[in-house]
């Protein structure tokens, strides 16, 4: 078993990346879109039953948006053999950071980070609502200088998208081989064995319910050849 990390501040492209590497033929989770995994916790450490629809800096400071290290496992094994990539963050990353054989940071300025959360017409409301946006341009600084100081591997993400995703991939997958011409006196049942590994089940990928899902769009991505299943501070939206 196996599992990249691919963290960010908001507007760092995290979301994106988890569906191109989905298309790529990778298996990838968008974070947030898991509530049994990413949800806001109390000083407690109690999961918070319903989030202000405009949180203000003091509620922010008192409250962590964490991931369920067991529901981080729960993930890992499902993938298994396959790696998967979680695109995402959290206040106790460091807790779960034996989980991951690499992370990545997705490095972005202030003016970046403003400008996509301006741009953006979708789902993701985080910069928009109540203090949101000044708490991410306090963070930001924050978040990327301890994921740095971690040892997370810096990509500048001001790139394209698809020049990011490239960038990530070459330091997590194995130099491809040159594919060899079939031979024609190759059985059926050699070029079977070669064939790559099957998908992993969606279903063992944790399937949620409707009503279960915040309004949220899927956040766990299966390669594009098999059936698709099923935002916080700064660290994780």
């Known amino acids: 078993m196996s599992a990249v990390q691919i963290a960010g501040c908001s507007g760092a492209g995290k979301s994106a990346i988890a569906a191109v590497l989905a298309r790529r033929g990778l298996v990838s989770i968008d974070a947030d879109d898991d509530p049994l995994l990413a949800r806001f916790v109390d000083p407690a450490g109690a999961v918070v039953a319903e989030e202000p629809t405009a949180p203000d800096l003091a509620w922010l ?12 496992d729960e993930l890992i094994r499902a993938a298994a053999p396959a790696t998967l990539y979680v695109c995402g963050g959290a206040d106790n990353q460091q807790e779960v950071a034996g989980r991951f054989t690499q992370v990545f940071l997705l490095e972005i300025d202030e003016p970046t980070m403003l400008a996509r959360l301006d741009a953006r017409r979708d789902y993701h409301d985080w910069g928009r609502i109540g203090d949101t946006r000044e708490y991410l341009r306090r963070k930001l600084p924050a978040l990327q200088d301890g994921l740095r100081a971690f040892g997370a591997i810096p990509i500048d993400a001001r790139q394209p998208l698809d020049h990011v995703v490239d960038a990530i991939l070459s330091r997590t997958l194995p130099v491809p081989l040159r594919a060899k011409p079939a031979s024609r006196a190759s059985s059926p049942a050699a070029s079977r064995a070669s064939s790559p590994a099957a998908p992993p089940d969606p279903s063992a990928l944790g399937q949620l319910s ?8 899927p956040g766990c991505h299966l390669p594009a050849s098999s059936t698709r299943t099923a935002w916080g501070p700064c660290s994780a939206r």
Request: proline share 10%; charged share 35%; glycine share 0%.
């Open 61 to 72: 400071a008192r409250h962590s948006w964490a991931w369920d290290p067991a529901r981080l």
């Open 210 to 217: 409707p009503d279960s899902i915040r309004r949220r769009s």
